[in-house]
């Protein structure tokens, strides 16, 4: 199975239609698969679920999805760097639902391991309980989460061999990994893409069989926001 495809727009052939839900990795602007965002937008899907740990900024990363209005709900944790996403959010033009951010984490890892829910106390007693399941266990409560799958998870990593191991570097892992596992289909777009076998086992973050297209992208890698100071 060749999984190894020319371009980003190449990779999303087939795969987009309106209403999907999309899982899209980076911390900020930090390890986001920014070549597939825009392949994605210039698709034209729009009434997009999109799982993110954010919405990026105005004019990059799901950013770009914001300003065409794709974007119909963002399953978040923070959302403060982008003021398209404000603005939005507040005319009642795009619905938020909104994650502690480990709650996010976990919710996109037990869909990926095949677990539907799980219960943990973080969000007791705020709005993010509201409507769940509680339970007690040894005297304390709990709240249900459930688990997130997507149709597609868009994934950046550093390098990958051409049975889609991957390896990523440093604070850009992120999400990425754990989206990688819970994508009906999982796209990534890599820096390198090295020989097959060249990998170290011990270092490899993400087993192949859970990749299904690869491509090698160029990146911006924009800084979100520079703070500097005087000499």
Not at 148 to 158: I, P
Request: proline residues 3%; charged residues 25%; aromatic residues 6%.
């Amino acid at each position: 199975m060749n999984k190894i495809y020319p371009d980003a727009a190449a990779a999303l052939e087939g795969l987009a239609f309106d209403g999907m839900t999309i899982m899209a990795g980076g911390f900020g602007l930090c390890g986001i698969p920014e070549n597939l965002i825009t392949a994605l937008r210039d698709s034209g899907a729009k009434d997009i679920t999109a799982i993110s740990n954010n919405a990026g900024v105005d004019d990059f990363g799901l950013g770009l999805l914001l300003q065409t209005r794709q974007i119909k709900k963002m399953v978040s944790s923070y959302v403060g760097e982008n003021a398209t996403f404000e603005k939005q959010y507040l005319n009642g033009e795009l619905e938020l639902e909104f994650n502690p951010q480990g709650t996010l984490a976990e919710r996109i890892r037990a869909g990926g391991a095949g677990i539907p829910g799980f219960y943990t106390k973080t969000g007791v007693g705020t709005l993010i309980a509201e409507g769940k399941e509680h339970k007690d266990f040894n005297g304390e409560t709990y709240i249900m989460e459930t688990g997130l799958v997507a149709d597609v998870a868009l994934v950046k990593a550093w390098k990958a061999d051409a049975e889609g191991n991957l390896v990523y570097r440093k604070t850009a892992r992120n999400f990425n990994p754990m989206m990688a596992t819970a994508g009906k289909v999982t796209v990534v777009e890599v820096e390198q893409l090295v020989e097959t076998g060249s990998l170290d086992p011990d270092h490899i973050h993400t087993p192949g069989i859970f990749v299904d297209r690869i491509i090698v992208g160029t990146h911006e890698k924009r800084i979100e926001k520079r703070t500097t100071r005087e000499a």
